[in-house]
């Protein structure tokens, strides 16, 4: 697993927080019904844990997954009282059933080709309990094209600071290169580097795809009333049956 060592999953963790705290309101909302019945929450990609934290606080028994375990070292620390954190890497593990499916972040979007992605997509269809809710996130070819030629972005804390360069080598493929600062505890600085790849795909696609599963989903601009990063599109959707 490539993605999120010890020194970006914690950045992550203090620095990006922004991106969980907007979703959770439309999140919740739709996963009503799931808290009603005291369904069971899988969370795909959990991170640090800033969704989930959300989720638990709103009463969901939530199993966290993730494939860095530096995140899921996070996540055990931020949301002790979640029903399990575990490891998990999409697209070929085999998924707990579960009432919902929740995935912020567009983790699909880590997966390594398009081919994986749609297995990912699947697979989040088959892990739903007839009835079961699916939401997540995910990059559209609409992602890379509203970036092109995207500046170095840089973002700097006390005790961190994250370098960001951007590059598209195939319409399909964003590309971040990250240089991450920490300080250590003498004051000195350590680095790390990052280079996260993400697929991008055509998002329409995605109903006929999970239709295949038995899934009715709609793809959307926001979960709720949040304004997402352009590009950034969430699928929403209810397994047949109940
Ligand atoms: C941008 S972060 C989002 C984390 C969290 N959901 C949030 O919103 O804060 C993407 C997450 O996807 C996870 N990820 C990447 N590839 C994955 C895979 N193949 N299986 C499971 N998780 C993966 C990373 O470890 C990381 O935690």
Same mark, same amino acid.
């Given at each position: 697993?490539?993605?999120?060592?010890?020194?970006?999953?914690? &950045?992550?963790?203090?620095?990006?927080?922004?991106?969980?705290?907007?979703?959770?309101?439309?999140?919740?909302?739709?996963?009503?019904?799931?808290?009603?019945?005291?369904?069971?929450?899988?969370?795909? /990609?959990?991170?640090?844990?800033?969704?989930?934290?959300?989720?638990?606080?709103?009463?969901?028994?939530?199993?966290?997954?993730?494939?860095?375990?530096?995140?899921?070292?996070?996540?055990?620390?931020?949301?002790?009282?979640?029903?399990?954190?575990?490891? =998990?890497?999409?697209?070929?593990?085999?998924?707990?059933?579960?009432?919902?499916?929740?995935?912020?972040?567009?983790?699909?979007?880590?997966?390594?080709?398009? &081919?994986?992605?749609?297995? /990912?997509?699947?697979?989040?269809?088959?892990?739903?309990?007839?009835? /079961?809710?699916?939401?997540?996130?995910?990059?559209?070819?609409?992602?890379?094209?509203?970036?092109?030629?995207?500046?170095?972005?840089?973002?700097?804390?006390?005790?961190?600071?994250?370098?960001?360069?951007?590059?598209?080598?195939?319409?399909?493929?964003?590309?971040?290169?990250?240089?991450?600062?920490?300080?250590?505890?003498?004051?000195?600085?350590?680095?790390?580097?990052?280079?996260?790849?993400?697929? =991008?795909?055509?998002?329409?696609?995605?109903?006929?795809?999970?239709?295949?599963?038995?899934?009715?989903?709609?793809?959307?601009?926001?979960?709720?009333?949040?304004?997402?990063?352009?590009?950034? =599109?969430?699928?929403?959707?209810?397994?047949?049956?109940?």
């Amino acid at each position: 697993m490539p993605y999120y060592r010890e020194d970006l999953a914690r &950045a992550h963790h203090l620095g990006f927080g922004a991106h969980a705290d907007m979703c959770a309101p439309g999140i919740l909302k739709f996963l009503e019904p799931v808290l009603a019945e005291k369904g069971l929450v899988l969370e795909v /990609g959990c991170g640090s844990g800033l969704l989930t934290r959300h989720l638990v606080d709103a009463g969901h028994r939530v199993i966290a997954t993730d494939a860095s375990p530096a995140m899921l070292e996070l996540a055990r620390g931020y949301v002790p009282d979640a029903e399990a954190i575990e490891q =998990l890497e999409m697209p070929d593990a085999r998924l707990p059933k579960a009432d919902a499916v929740v995935s912020i972040g567009h983790v699909l979007s880590y997966l390594p080709d398009e &081919a994986a992605v749609w297995r /990912g997509v699947a697979a989040v269809a088959q892990a739903l309990r007839p009835g /079961g809710l699916v939401a997540f996130d995910i990059c559209d070819l609409e992602w890379g094209r509203a970036r092109q030629g995207a500046p170095v972005q840089a973002r700097v804390s006390e005790d961190w600071a994250l370098i960001t360069r951007f590059s598209m080598p195939v319409p399909a493929q964003f590309v971040r290169e990250m240089t991450i600062f920490t300080r250590n505890d003498d004051g000195s600085w350590r680095r790390d580097d990052e280079r996260h790849e993400n697929v =991008l795909i055509d998002t329409s696609a995605i109903p006929e795809a999970l239709a295949k599963n038995g899934v009715d989903a709609v793809v959307g601009g926001s979960f709720g009333d949040e304004v997402l990063p352009e590009g950034l =599109l969430t699928v929403m959707g209810q397994r047949s049956g109940s």
